[in-house]
């Protein structure tokens, strides 16, 4: 087993970024809940604890803390923004709410520190803080300042405790990476074991002895998880899997038959469920985005049962579930903004025996380089997310085979124009609005829909910017999606970022 780093969560933004961060330090790391008491932190004996960041202020009643004995426990730990407020209230120093928060990037002049080892006296830090330390526990020195923040960071060298009130994890931090490395390699004396290409061998291994002579199935979307998933699986038990992959014909241009030709060459069974008809009878007359997801979802699961009924003596449920998943769901969630659908979410009440999520232990960038590392397409493996209900929820109101039809054309147009460029933004797609406006083509008035162009530019896909796309760029999808396409009279662009708008438009 690597060794382990673990990451105590206190409800910040950036835990799974700090976890991210380790392990492309090659260093294993978990996120583990804040409270996690001591002697089970010793029982999975890591060689660091990082304590992230959170919303509250430690002052007050009802934060989270963590088990106070892992302070004394000889292990390295790092405590980041309200981790290092809570670890210096709860030994001793005291936090007050600052005269003025700081909030993005400002200048810091570090001390000397193993934490900051070739990292440059003045350095740029990403602050988000409205509460700072205003006096360091017995035994800790302060170690960095800003102009408005007298303990930017404090270390406390023979009991291994230091913290950062600024964020290292994130790429607004100038040389965060190397603050980070400092901690792993310096602090906690890692000797970097964790290597992704174990990781296949190590689940080929698992699975064959889980799985044995029987049979796996899975539910294939063609998306970015259960493709690699099933890419593992063909590997570790060739000719034991099937996967089902439903078409609900709400795909992008040639989407199901680029799906079917990447896996039926692979060792394994596919069989592509042709929904269409079913699926777009159930939209008709419906018009509500959440009605639309959860009529898509529930038709889905309806199907998938049908089909895997026919399919006799499959004990084994495969699921592309990765790690965030499971760290989301153990967290508490906010208000519901879309009710999400994927494929891989079916319900428990199918009748398996186990469950295999063999990429439950990784992260979405991890799952790509193991996507290709098992020889799946490049259009496979770097795919843009899609949603599960696909295009049914980028056309506005009602969806007919009709709307599909022209905005999959127009998506197709755009798609090309964008993969063309050197430097895309990370997510694009068309939308066919439900407006129509007039327009002339020839000498005949026409009065068609608007097509709308979404292009953004995020790392997590939670926020966004819209992309700065260039004119001529827009310009000449337009033309083309009003010339090439019959019954569009008008392309307009989405210049609104997240929050407050989405990335997808229902
Ligand atoms: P929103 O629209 O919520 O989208 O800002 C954020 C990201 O999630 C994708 N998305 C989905 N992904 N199932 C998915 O797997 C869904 O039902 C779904 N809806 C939105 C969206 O494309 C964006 O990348």
């Known amino acids: 087993m690597s060794e382990l780093v673990l990451v105590?969560?206190?409800?910040?933004?950036?835990?799974?970024?700090?976890?991210?961060?380790?392990?492309?330090?090659?260093?294993?790391?978990?996120?583990?809940?804040?409270?996690?008491?001591?002697?089970e932190v010793q029982r999975l004996s890591p060689i660091g604890i990082i304590l992230t960041g959170g919303p509250n202020s430690v002052y007050l009643p009802d934060s989270p803390m963590c088990?106070?004995?892992?302070?004394?426990?000889?292990?390295?730990?790092?405590?980041?923004?309200?981790?290092?407020?809570?670890?210096?209230?709860?030994?001793?120093?005291?936090?007050?709410?600052?005269?003025?928060?700081?909030?993005?990037?400002?200048?810091?002049?570090?001390?000397?520190?193993?934490?900051?080892?070739?990292?440059?006296?003045?350095n740029a830090v990403l602050m988000s803080h409205s509460d700072q330390v205003s006096k360091l526990p017995k035994g800790f020195v302060s170690i960095a300042k800003t102009a408005d923040c007298e303990n930017a960071a404090c270390e406390n060298v023979s009991a291994k405790l230091y913290g950062v009130q600024f964020h290292p994890e994130t790429g607004h931090t100038a040389n965060g990476r190397e603050i980070m490395r400092n901690f792993l390699y310096r602090?906690?004396?890692?000797?970097?074991?964790?290597?992704?290409?174990?990781?296949?061998?190590?689940?080929?291994?698992?699975?064959?002895?889980?799985?044995?002579?029987?049979?796996?199935l899975l539910a294939l979307s063609g998306g970015v998880d259960s493709s690699v998933c099933a890419a593992l699986?063909?590997?570790?038990?060739?000719?034991?899997?099937?996967?089902?992959?439903?078409?609900?014909?709400?795909?992008?241009?040639?989407?199901?038959?680029?799906?079917?030709?990447?896996?039926?060459?692979?060792?394994?069974?596919?069989?592509?469920?042709?929904?269409k008809e079913r699926f777009l009878s159930k939209m008709k007359g419906v018009s509500d985005p959440e009605q639309k997801r959860k009529i898509i979802g529930a038709e889905f699961i309806r199907v998938f049962e049908e089909e895997s009924t026919k399919i006799k003596n499959v004990p084994f449920l495969a699921q592309g579930t990765i790690y965030p998943d499971i760290v989301e769901s153990g967290g508490k969630h906010g208000a519901t903004i879309k009710s999400h659908h994927n494929v891989g979410g079916l319900p428990d009440n199918l009748k398996f025996t186990a469950v295999i999520e063999p990429l439950s232990g990784l992260f979405k960038d991890e799952v790509r380089i193991l996507g290709k590392k098992l020889g799946l397409p490049q259009s496979l493996v770097n795919r843009q997310p899609f949603p599960g209900p696909g295009?049914?929820?980028?056309?506005?109101?009602?969806?007919?085979?009709?709307?599909?039809?022209?905005?999959?054309?127009?998506?197709?147009?755009?798609?090309?124009?964008?993969?063309?460029?050197?430097?895309?933004?990370?997510?694009?797609?068309?939308?066919?609005?439900?407006?129509?406006?007039?327009?002339?083509?020839?000498?005949?008035?026409?009065?068609?829909?608007?097509?709308?162009?979404?292009?953004?530019?995020?790392?997590?896909?939670?926020?966004?910017?819209?992309a700065p796309l260039p004119h001529k760029i827009l310009g000449r999808i337009s033309s083309?999606?009003?010339?090439?396409?019959?019954?569009?009279?008008?392309?307009?662009?989405?210049?609104?970022?997240?929050?407050?708008?989405?990335?997808?438009?229902?």
Request: aromatic share 8%; with cysteine.
């Open 391 to 466: 295009l049914a929820i980028r056309v506005m109101g009602e969806v007919t085979e009709e709307k599909l039809a022209v905005l999959r054309g127009a998506d197709a147009i755009l798609r090309e124009e964008l993969d063309a460029m050197k430097r895309r933004p990370d997510q694009y797609f068309a939308v066919l609005t439900d407006t129509r406006t007039v327009g002339v083509k020839g000498d005949d008035r026409t009065y068609d829909p608007v097509v709308a162009i979404r292009a953004v530019l995020t790392g997590d896909f939670m926020t966004c910017d819209y």
């Open 8 to 39: 105590l969560d206190f409800g910040g933004q950036y835990k799974e970024l700090i976890a991210r961060s380790v392990r492309g330090l090659s260093v294993y790391s978990e996120i583990r809940m804040g409270n996690m008491s001591a002697d």
């Open 187 to 216: 602090v906690c004396g890692a000797s970097g074991d964790y290597k992704l290409d174990d990781y296949i061998d190590r689940q080929v291994k698992s699975i064959r002895e889980k799985v044995k002579e029987e049979k796996v």
């Open 233 to 275: 699986l063909s590997k570790a038990i060739p000719g034991q899997l099937t996967c089902i992959f439903v078409d609900h014909g709400f795909m992008r241009q040639n989407e199901g038959d680029e799906i079917e030709s990447a896996f039926s060459k692979r060792n394994l069974r596919f069989v592509r469920v042709n929904a």
């Open 480 to 506: 083309r999606i009003t010339s090439e396409i019959k019954s569009v009279s008008r392309v307009v662009y989405d210049i609104t970022s997240k929050p407050p708008a989405t990335v997808e438009w229902e």
């Open 67 to 122: 088990d106070k004995k892992i302070f004394s426990l000889g292990i390295p730990v790092l405590g980041i923004c309200y981790g290092m407020q809570m670890m210096c209230h709860m030994l001793g120093g005291a936090v007050k709410r600052s005269e003025h928060g700081e909030y993005g990037t400002v200048n810091s002049t570090l001390k000397a520190s193993a934490l900051f080892k070739d990292v440059p006296k003045k």
